[in-house]
């Protein structure tokens, strides 16, 4: 089975860079049509995509993240790390990594999530 673990600060400072490491076992980064994705639940509020990384390497952001996000990966490591520079506090946020099967914005296997908080 495909797990998915998030790992990072829990606490970041405003202007700073957040960065978080998805490590994924049980299954392959690059394997066809897998899509490793980063949504974000912030409190008393639904789920936000943030991002996405395909099997191929491709990458998609928000447009309202996208001039301050970045979603890399490791295939050596089998790990997907996200970076979300300028944070405020409207960063605040459970985040999650994910993966989808096909692209879509439907999700097989959930990391337990990471709670971040930004605070001065």
């Known amino acids: ?40 639940q912030p409190p008393g509020k639904g789920l936000e995509w943030i991002g ?23 295939t050596s490591k089998n790990q997907i790390t996200l970076q979300l520079s300028s944070v405020t506090p409207e960063d605040t946020a459970v985040y999650y990594c994910v993966r989808s099967a096909s692209g879509a914005r439907e999700y097989d296997y959930w990391g337990q999530g990471t709670q971040v908080t930004v605070s001065s």
């Open 52 to 74: 996405a990384i395909a099997y191929s390497g491709s990458t998609a952001v928000s447009p309202s993240l996208k001039s301050r996000t970045s979603i890399s990966r490791d």
């Open 1 to 40: 089975q495909v797990q998915l673990q998030e790992s990072g600060p829990g606490l970041v400072k405003p202007s700073q860079t957040l960065s978080l490491t998805c490590t994924v076992s049980g299954g392959s980064i690059t394997t066809k049509s897998s899509y490793w994705t980063w949504i974000r």
